[in-house]
């Protein structure tokens, strides 16, 4: 959030509209700062679901490709 709070109140107003964020117009700056972090954070949870999603299809693959786990217990 510190590089947001070195923002200025119109460079914050500008990011949260290039991101297509509405109902900012009226927040405060710490309000923005904040928003724009959380925002931050979601895209960073979701490219991580994405890849946690890409590797379990992967596995997926491979386990159907070798016939199943079973054939690998022993």
Do not use: V
Request: a neutral charge; zero cysteines; charged letters at 30%.
């Amino acid at each position: 959030m510190d590089k947001y709070l070195e923002m200025t109140i119109t460079q914050l107003k500008e990011e949260a509209k290039n991101r297509g964020m509405k109902g900012t117009s009226a927040m405060k700056k710490q309000e923005l700062a904040e928003l724009l972090s959380a925002a931050d954070r979601m895209l960073a949870l979701k490219e991580k679901a994405a890849a946690l999603h890409l590797q379990a299809e992967t596995l997926r693959s491979k386990e159907e490709a070798l016939g199943g786990w079973e054939t690998l217990a022993y």
